[in-house]
């Protein structure tokens, strides 16, 4: 409630009420906010010079860190989004799926739509992983599925056409 976020800032409702019409307005600067964290992730790795083991398995920790850091806020923004903030999910996930992908030179070994599928695919693989992992009970070793997914990235990233 808006009390419960009021006492949580150590302030009162007329001083929330000045910055935030109501409790959706928070959580719509709270989804915006990890948009442009997970975005600014995902342009990290459109800069990647090569896709080696090491490489994609350093950016994976960035962003198994991230989730790590922000996984009850991320929770919290998934129980409550509004309905509108369900579409511009959607179109961010295009804008992270264009962070991955570009400027990479590396994505040419694939016919564009083949590589769109497969940033896709990646990214929500990553995602639905993370989130069974911090919301859904998942019990894994951080390490080992670091590892996998490592793996499935160079595999994916690797692979004919």
């Given at each position: ?9 150590g302030?009162?409702r007329?001083t ?27 342009e990290?790795?459109?800069?990647l ?22 996984a ?23 804008k ?50 670091l ?10 990233l690797?692979?004919?056409?």
């Amino acid at each position: 409630s808006v009390d419960d976020i009021a006492k949580a800032a150590g302030t009162s409702r007329a001083t929330f009420y000045a910055h935030f019409t109501d409790k959706q307005d928070v959580i719509r600067e709270m989804a915006r906010g990890m948009w442009e964290t997970a975005f600014a992730l995902y342009e990290r790795f459109g800069l990647l010079k090569d896709w080696s083991h090491a490489s994609i398995g350093g950016w994976l920790r960035q962003i198994f860190d991230a989730w790590e850091r922000d996984a009850e806020n991320v929770n919290l923004v998934v129980q409550e989004m509004p309905g509108e903030l369900q579409a511009e999910f959607m179109a961010d996930l295009e804008k992270r799926v264009a962070a991955l992908m570009a400027p990479n030179p590396n994505w040419s070994r694939f016919a564009p739509d083949e590589a769109r599928r497969r940033a896709i695919l990646l990214i929500v693989q990553l995602e639905r992983g993370l989130s069974a992992v911090h919301w859904g009970g998942w019990q894994v070793d951080r390490a080992a599925l670091l590892q996998t997914l490592t793996d499935v990235w160079v595999a994916t990233l690797h692979g004919d056409r």
